[in-house]
């Protein structure tokens, strides 16, 4: 075989290898008695030359594995401690939604980690570094364009927001929840700090710029402006419109438990 068509065999096998990777959200929905650190739907050079191996790496085996690992041990200390308290055994989903309701003893803990799990899965979620289109599609950029006019109006609020954010955290664009009773815009963006996050605040994630330093350190060093420069070159609208699609099924199986 020409070595040209070799390449383009495993090249079509590895796309399908990579098609076929749960998203890292995938499993925040459901209860487990211990929770792995997500895989990634691409390589760690996967997101090349915008975002470098080497940070990609740090960032999901140092950064992302210590938030799972000091997730998993605080949930199991609150479980051992209280074996009456249900929302101990709840999805991260349900336990984010419901952090008033968590023993003061372990509220800050989870706050940071399950936070920390749960932001870092749905950023990568989002990215990819294949070279399609990247301008938003469907529901989504419908949305978008009733809410901001248009995309580039809405990539221009959301640019000064990443960039303005003082200290850690991350900016958001959030789908608002179907089920309040006063109209809203369907989408928005906001930002948190540390490890917060919207779902906290009733807000479905379908967007997501981890804004840390330790996102672009390695390569940008303090200028966060070429980081948010570079993201913008790896949003993934389709996995954009996945996201949106999960929140909701995840809605109407809400409904349908209650």
Not at 22 to 43: C, R
């Amino acid at each position: 075989m020409h070595p040209v068509c070799i390449l383009l065999v495993l090249l079509s096998c590895f796309s399908v290898v990579s098609s076929g990777t749960s998203a890292p959200y995938h499993g925040i929905e459901k209860y487990a008695e211990e929770y792995p650190l997500p895989k990634l739907p691409y390589a760690y050079d996967g997101l090349e030359p915008h975002i470098d191996r080497a940070t990609v790496k740090v960032h999901h085996t140092g950064h992302h594995a210590a938030y799972t690992t000091n997730m998993n041990a605080a949930l199991k200390e609150w479980k051992n401690d209280d074996t009456s308290d249900s929302l101990s055994r709840s999805s991260l989903l349900r336990i984010l939604q419901n952090l008033q309701d968590i023993p003061v003893q372990y509220r800050t803990k989870l706050r940071n980690n399950v936070g920390g799990y749960v932001n870092h899965a749905l950023y990568w979620g989002c990215l990819s570094g294949n070279q399609g289109n990247r301008t938003p599609t469907g529901t989504v950029a419908a949305d978008i364009n009733t809410v901001f006019g248009s995309f580039s109006a809405f990539r221009e609020k959301f640019t000064a927001e990443a960039a303005s954010l003082f200290g850690s955290g991350y900016v958001w664009l959030s789908r608002q929840s179907s089920t309040s009773a006063t109209a809203k815009p369907p989408l928005v963006i906001t930002t948190s700090q540390n490890q917060d996050t919207p779902i906290s605040e009733g807000l479905r994630p379908v967007l997501v710029i981890d804004v840390w330093e330790h996102a672009y350190y390695l390569k940008h060093q303090n200028l966060r402006a070429k980081h948010i420069g570079d993201w913008w070159a790896l949003v993934d609208w389709e996995a954009v419109n996945v996201l949106d699609g999960w929140w909701a099924k995840m809605d109407v199986k809400v409904h349908e438990d209650l």
